[in-house]
């Protein structure tokens, strides 16, 4: 057993746990934190994408003790003062999810290629970004659309705010 200790959500948290436990199963298990979900344990599906020190990550792939020190945001994380993320609500408005189950996944990674691409970001960028996330029910157009419409939502806030 090791003590491991990081930052999830603003939270500092530190909790005994096997050498081999992956930090997906850590949020889910350990913290209770189970927006982020375990899809295929192989790292094919991209459901259980979580922020690790600012960089999208496949949190099925990395072990608790890896992310000792880090700084971890989930889904849970993402809205702020009762809002939700740009990001969540564009997800809505837009039709982005079906059964949901991919979602966080979806969400976290769109985030980080928003927060990678900024008003570089184009239908073409979207979908080579997503090919590490399955979502069975949509098709993607849905996803693709909303992931724009929050990344022009947000450009135009950073405007605003610049202005």
């Not at 375990?38 to 994408?49: E, I, K, L």
């Not at 997800?91 to 999810?97: D, E, I, S, T, V």
Request: glycine content about 10%; overall charge neutral; hydrophobic content about 40%.
């Amino acid at each position: 057993m090791a003590k491991v200790a990081m930052t999830v959500n603003g939270r500092k948290v530190s909790r005994e746990c096997e050498d081999r436990t992956l930090l997906v199963h850590f949020l889910r298990d350990q913290i209770s934190l189970t927006g982020t979900h375990v899809g295929c344990d192989t790292s094919q599906c991209g459901a259980c994408v979580v922020h690790m020190d600012g960089k999208a990550v496949k949190s099925c792939s990395i072990l608790a003790a890896q992310a000792a020190g880090s700084d971890i945001l989930t889904i849970e994380g993402l809205a702020a003062n009762g809002e939700l993320h740009p990001v969540q609500v564009a997800f809505k408005a837009n039709h982005g999810l079906q059964c949901g189950f991919c979602t966080p996944g979806m969400v976290m990674t769109a985030v980080d290629m928003i927060n990678r691409y900024g008003a570089r970001l184009d239908e073409k960028t979207v979908r080579e970004n997503l090919e590490g996330n399955i979502c069975r029910c949509t098709g993607y157009h849905n996803i693709v659309k909303a992931i724009l419409a929050a990344a022009e939502e947000m450009g135009a806030a950073g405007k605003q705010a610049a202005e």
